[in-house]
């Protein structure tokens, strides 16, 4: 490509990507705390605005994480969101703060 005046890059895997040192000095992977798994890597925010700065603070919610919070904020009552949960159309993942483990009600 650079013979026909084309700019061009070699194409990364993942890994090669992840691993360039643009991403380091942006920030662009970031360690975060997953509730079951632990210590994990994420990707950071690619706009880095100065007067409002933001970070990936949390890992993505398990499936179910927040199911009766939604549902309750939408006026579902206690007793619908049981029945859903109970019949299989909602499911609810509870993660204790102190067990490291997704637990089905």
Same mark, same amino acid.
């Given at each position: 490509m650079d013979g026909a005046g084309m700019p061009g890059w070699p194409v990364l895997t993942y890994s090669e990507a992840l691993a360039q040192a643009q991403v380091a000095a942006r920030d662009m992977v970031v360690e975060i705390e997953h509730p079951v798994i632990g210590p994990m890597h994420a990707l950071g925010l690619p706009a880095k605005l100065s007067e409002t700065p933001a970070s990936v603070g949390l890992a993505a919610p398990l499936l179910g994480?927040?199911?009766r919070e939604v549902l309750r904020s939408a006026g579902r009552t206690d007793a619908e969101i049981? +029945?859903?949960?109970?019949?299989?159309t909602v499911q609810e993942c509870v993660v204790p703060e102190t067990?490291? +483990?997704c637990?089905?009600?």
């Open positions: 994480q927040h199911s049981d +029945a859903w949960i109970a019949c299989g067990t490291p +483990a637990v089905k009600r």
